[in-house]
């Protein structure tokens, strides 16, 4: 019985489910470069030059012409757009590009007769090969990013585990026929039950796949040092090289480093003010309480776009200049509460007379905060601290606002500024990357910890 | 000396460099909002801004469009959440606490990276870049704050009233519709207060995931409160959201109440 129900639980479908997501990865791998295909429409050159910004310049990609039934693709550098007298495109086919008149009658031949001599369309097709590029040159192409087969591999592997959940049915179904009355109803409980945890299951890491989809491919694209996501030209490290040895963009290295001091500035004031504040609240009357837990509720109310404009408005009527200054005051300013928060269950916890106890035994008010409550306040203002220490680096609205014009940028600024020229920093992906497996051991760590406390 | 010692020694006072850090900060500001809508560049009091949002078609446009998709988006992160939220609640499933980490981990990445990189498969699959990445993309970066608080309040239920509900005749259809939704509603409220307001006020996101193509009411704002000359017509802007943020506040505050 237990065997059985075992089948399709939880820990046989991390089975199914961790080849799923590494087979996704790995054909990321093998789908080698971007490629664009190249239509009949205007210059591809031109059409190229609209897609890539020039910080793409040395990067290689696939370029597919397509003419009627026939294509030839061509990985290329990029360059050749870039240069100050762009390249006709038809130039880069050196090999396969040779326009003759003989060319141009072989495919018109080919054309009218490819019906009849298919013996003979290899050749027809490699001479036609020839004037086609022609066309592209005297007409008009149109870049477009042609569909990667990851579409086709989605569609595929749906079809595949329908076919494979179907056949299972069918198979039970057939078993079935031949038990006897009893045994047919446990085995028809059996599969109710069985058959809601295997949907509601796969339901649960369908979610998942489709949520970590984004998170992979940057994770994968981290090892190549491609600078198009989603381009592979090899296995490489030397973006991780890169960010550790600084060589990374400069603008990235300083938004990483204002990024980690905005943080540890605002997450230290916020939990010493929103600890104070806690103390301060946890002891008042109940209406100035209620008034200054509402006053404490508004900036996380607030969206992100509010809170940083009205800081905006504020900085620019007190004529403050604005910068890494307004920057961490504003971090404060939403930090706190979550402080506050976090601080205020841990006081309901303690015994309220141990402070007023200390004092009258002649300790001073700050020796007894020291000695006395921080001890038992201690995990709630971690734990606040860890949660100001996210929402800083996290944050993006309220930076935006008040990080005036002086260069100063977070890496969220900095990365929708460069997302916003249409290319990202690559360095960008070895760093997430590495951000996400931290908070992955993180979690299994505390995980195991967990358990370990509850099966004491 | 003795009396600086006893007003501190009275804990009340602690919270006092946070209030007047709150008033400064977090009151002061919004009181602004209003002051710059009403009043024109030199800072003469003006009703014009408003006169000017009424009969300027694109910002309502924009309002109204921006209105919908928020509506869509927490729409469909209900649907899609609450039966996860429902799922990992349930009492046979074994590994809840790992399920709502996993569904939390990704927002430990930046959102912006993160809908680069949505925007980059979607190039991959080779779907088009329009209202349905928006809403893709929107879904995605909120629907862990529709699973979170309702999987918490099914969690703490109490589950012999479905047991209850069942014992007395009701199928598992009825018990629940009758018993655990109406029992969980606090947590939807939450979840939709949640998607709503950070939905509403987007502004980012929304240039990334459709190259530009569609402009939301954020965005709107950004642009305005960023040119000087504007600033108060932004001002204007910021104040009609902040009445919307209000509002929903209060609808979910009522509701939850109740």
């Known amino acids: 019985?237990?065997?059985?129900?075992?089948?399709?639980?939880?820990?046989?479908?991390?089975?199914?489910?961790?080849?799923?997501?590494?087979?996704?990865?790995?054909?990321?791998?093998?789908?080698?470069?971007?490629?664009?295909?190249?239509?009949?429409?205007?210059?591809?050159?031109?059409?190229?030059?609209?897609?890539?910004?020039?910080?793409?310049?040395?990067?290689k990609i696939n370029i597919r012409i397509q003419y009627s039934e026939v294509s030839i693709q061509n990985s290329e550098s990029l360059d050749f757009i870039f240069a100050d007298k762009p390249q006709p495109l038809a130039d880069r086919f050196d090999s396969i590009y040779s326009y003759t008149d003989e060319a141009q009658v072989a495919w018109t031949v080919w054309q009218s007769?490819?019906?009849?001599?298919?013996?003979?369309?290899?050749?027809?097709?490699?001479?036609?090969?020839?004037?086609?590029?022609?066309?592209?040159?005297?007409?008009?192409?149109?870049?477009?990013?042609s569909r990667g087969w990851i579409w086709w591999l989605f569609a595929g592997l749906l079809l595949v585990g329908t076919a494979l959940y179907g056949?299972?049915?069918?198979?039970?179904?057939?078993?079935?026929?031949?038990?006897?009355?009893?045994?047919?109803?446990?085995?028809?409980?059996?599969?109710?039950?069985?058959r809601r945890h295997y949907g509601s299951q796969l339901y649960l890491w369908l979610l998942l796949i489709i949520l970590y989809a984004p998170i992979a491919l940057i994770a994968v694209f981290s090892f190549t040092k491609s600078k198009i996501l989603g381009n592979w030209t090899g296995f490489s490290m030397d973006l991780y090289v890169n960010l550790?040895?600084?060589?990374?963009?400069?603008?990235?290295?300083?938004?990483?480093?204002?990024?980690?001091?905005?943080?540890?500035?605002?997450?230290?004031?916020?939990?010493?003010?929103?600890?104070?504040?806690?103390?301060?609240?946890?002891?008042?009357?109940?209406?100035?309480?209620?008034?200054?837990?509402?006053?404490?509720?508004?900036?996380?109310?607030?969206?992100d776009i509010i809170t940083g404009i009205s800081l905006f408005l504020l900085?620019?009527?007190?004529?403050?200049?604005?910068?890494?200054?307004?920057?961490?005051?504003?971090?404060?300013?939403?930090?706190?509460?979550?402080?506050?928060?976090?601080?205020?269950?841990?006081?309901?916890?303690?015994?309220?007379?141990?402070?007023?106890?200390?004092?009258?035994?002649?300790?001073?008010?700050?020796?007894?905060l020291r000695m006395v409550m921080l001890p038992e306040l201690w995990p709630g203002m971690l734990s606040g601290f860890i949660l100001a220490l996210t929402l800083s680096v996290d944050d993006f609205g309220v930076t935006f606002f008040t990080k005036g014009s002086g260069g100063l940028e977070t890496l969220s600024t900095?990365?929708?500024?460069?997302?916003?020229?249409?290319?990202?920093?690559?360095?960008?992906?070895?760093?997430?990357?590495?951000?996400?497996?931290?908070?992955?051991?993180?979690?299994?760590?505390?995980?195991?910890?967990?358990t370990k406390q509850e099966e004491k | 000396?003795?009396?600086?010692?006893?007003?501190?020694?009275?804990?009340?006072?602690?919270?006092?460099?946070?209030?007047?850090?709150?008033?400064?900060?977090?009151?002061?500001?919004?009181?602004?909002?209003?002051?710059?809508?009403?009043?024109?560049?030199?800072?003469?009091?003006?009703?014009?801004?408003?006169a000017k949002f009424f009969t300027h078609s694109e910002a309502i446009q924009?309002?109204?469009?921006?209105?919908?998709?928020?509506?869509?988006?927490?729409?469909?992160?209900?649907?899609?959440?609450?039966?996860?939220?429902?799922?990992?609640?349930?009492?046979d499933f074994k590994t809840p606490k790992v399920m709502a980490m996993l569904f939390i981990l990704p927002m430990w990445i930046n959102f912006l990276l993160r809908t680069v990189a949505t925007v980059e498969l979607f190039n991959m699959c080779g779907l088009p870049l329009g209202e349905g990445a928006l809403l893709f993309g929107l879904c995605y970066d909120y629907l862990p704050f529709m699973i979170y608080p309702i999987y918490n309040t099914l969690q703490k239920m109490d589950n012999s009233l479905v047991e209850a509900a069942q014992d007395l005749g009701a199928n598992r259809w009825q018990s629940f519709w009758k018993v655990i939704v109406p029992l969980s509603m606090p947590g939807v409220y939450s979840g939709i207060v949640m998607v709503f307001m950070p939905t509403v006020s987007t502004f980012a996101i929304a240039e990334l995931l459709t190259h530009n193509n569609i402009k939301l009411f954020g965005s709107l704002i950004q642009d305005y409160i960023t040119t000087t000359d504007l600033l108060n017509y932004g001002a204007v802007l910021s104040l009609v959201l902040l009445i919307i943020i209000g509002l929903t506040s209060f609808f979910g505050d009522h509701e939850e109440r109740e």
């Open chain 1, 1 to 59: 019985m237990r065997k059985n129900r075992n089948i399709l639980d939880i820990t046989r479908l991390r089975y199914i489910a961790i080849p799923i997501v590494l087979f996704l990865s790995l054909s990321c791998f093998a789908q080698s470069n971007v490629t664009y295909e190249l239509k009949v429409g205007t210059t591809g050159e031109n059409a190229l030059l609209a897609e890539f910004p020039e910080s793409y310049a040395g990067e």
């Open chain 1, 113 to 145: 007769k490819k019906e009849i001599k298919n013996r003979n369309r290899r050749v027809m097709a490699q001479n036609a090969y020839k004037t086609f590029d022609g066309y592209v040159r005297m007409h008009t192409a149109e870049a477009q990013r």
């Open chain 1, 167 to 194: 056949g299972w049915i069918f198979y039970e179904r057939r078993k079935e026929k031949s038990l006897t009355a009893v045994e047919q109803e446990t085995l028809r409980r059996k599969r109710m039950g069985l």
């Open chain 1, 244 to 303: 550790f040895t600084g060589k990374a963009d400069a603008g990235l290295n300083s938004a990483i480093w204002y990024t980690v001091v905005i943080a540890l500035v605002a997450a230290v004031v916020s939990t010493i003010l929103g600890t104070l504040a806690a103390i301060g609240i946890y002891n008042m009357r109940a209406r100035s309480r209620k008034a200054v837990s509402l006053l404490n509720s508004v900036p996380m109310i607030n969206p």
């Open chain 1, 315 to 368: 900085f620019v009527a007190l004529g403050m200049s604005q910068g890494l200054a307004t920057v961490c005051i504003a971090h404060v300013v939403f930090c706190t509460p979550y402080v506050v928060l976090s601080v205020l269950p841990r006081l309901s916890r303690m015994n309220p007379n141990t402070y007023e106890a200390a004092l009258d035994l002649g300790a001073t008010p700050a020796q007894a």
């Open chain 1, 414 to 450: 900095f990365i929708y500024s460069d997302a916003r020229k249409g290319g990202l920093t690559p360095e960008l992906r070895p760093l997430f990357t590495i951000i996400l497996l931290v908070m992955l051991i993180a979690l299994i760590v505390i995980n195991i910890r967990n």
């Open chain 2, 1 to 50: 000396m003795s009396k600086v010692l006893q007003i501190f020694s009275s804990r009340r006072t602690w919270a006092w460099p946070y209030v007047a850090f709150m008033a400064m900060f977090v009151v002061l500001p919004l009181i602004l909002v209003g002051v710059y809508a009403f009043t024109d560049i030199n800072g003469d009091f003006t009703i014009r801004n408003f």
């Open chain 2, 62 to 91: 924009t309002f109204l469009y921006s209105v919908m998709i928020a509506v869509f988006n927490t729409a469909i992160c209900l649907l899609i959440g609450y039966p996860a939220a429902y799922i990992m609640a349930q009492e």
